[in-house]
């Protein structure tokens, strides 16, 4: 396997993360402050909570949001960029610039 080949798999796999449907508008949502479940969906409301709960999840699994379950009563859980998950943030910015210029 050649350098090439894997820099390619690594492309790949990073436009396959942000191209699914919401990726970009939760991750732009969460830029900022850390937000619970409901908040983001109140920022996004043509997306679906079943919907919503696979991205936050996939999210979670690659290393790109962080959960953190509060423990106060009622227990609730807050989502936040981890560093990974914000310098995607950054790089998804100059494409927002680009679409409020553009589009």
């Given at each position: 396997m050649h350098q090439e080949d894997v820099i390619c798999n690594e492309v790949e796999l990073a436009y396959e993360i942000i191209g699914k449907k919401w990726v970009c508008l939760i991750i732009s949502s969460l830029m900022d402050v850390p937000k619970r479940f409901s908040e983001i969906n109140c920022l996004i409301p043509d997306l679906s909570k079943r919907v919503l709960t696979e991205r936050l999840k996939e999210l979670e699994d690659y290393g790109i949001i962080f959960r953190n379950v509060i423990t106060d009563r009622p227990i609730r859980s807050e989502y936040s960029l981890t560093r990974k998950g914000h310098d995607l943030g950054v790089a998804l910015q100059t494409v927002?610039?680009?679409?409020?210029?553009?589009l």
């Amino acid at each position: 396997m050649h350098q090439e080949d894997v820099i390619c798999n690594e492309v790949e796999l990073a436009y396959e993360i942000i191209g699914k449907k919401w990726v970009c508008l939760i991750i732009s949502s969460l830029m900022d402050v850390p937000k619970r479940f409901s908040e983001i969906n109140c920022l996004i409301p043509d997306l679906s909570k079943r919907v919503l709960t696979e991205r936050l999840k996939e999210l979670e699994d690659y290393g790109i949001i962080f959960r953190n379950v509060i423990t106060d009563r009622p227990i609730r859980s807050e989502y936040s960029l981890t560093r990974k998950g914000h310098d995607l943030g950054v790089a998804l910015q100059t494409v927002e610039a680009w679409g409020k210029k553009w589009l």
